[in-house]
């Protein structure tokens, strides 16, 4: 077996295509990387709208709390002045019986 030296013309259309091949998938590969980008920066801005909503539902939720605890003091309030308001009228219903 003797070892050709030469370059013939098959050899140079190949190594040419075997480059062109490498340089597409390349700029495929950019082309997916780009559009990949393009996604994460998109479900990074949905990320961010949706802690600002989650922040914001804390807070409404923490307001609702307070309010349920205001209105708890407040029949509290009322029942306790209902109830004094009862004795005063019983006193002042007594003291009209014995004058």
Do not use: P, W
Not at 52 to 78: C, K, N, P, W
């Amino acid at each position: 077996m003797i070892f050709d030296a030469t370059i013939n013309l098959g050899q140079i259309i190949t190594f040419a295509g075997l480059i062109i091949g490498g340089a597409a998938a390349l700029a495929a590969m950019r082309g997916d990387v780009n559009t990949l980008k393009a996604y994460v920066r998109r479900l990074d801005d949905e990320m961010r709208k949706q802690t600002e909503i989650l922040v914001t539902l804390g807070r409404y939720d923490e307001r609702l709390t307070v309010m349920q605890h205001q209105i708890a003091d407040l029949a509290l309030t009322s029942k306790a002045l209902a109830a004094e308001n009862a004795i005063l009228r019983s006193t002042a219903a007594s003291q009209r019986n014995i004058t």
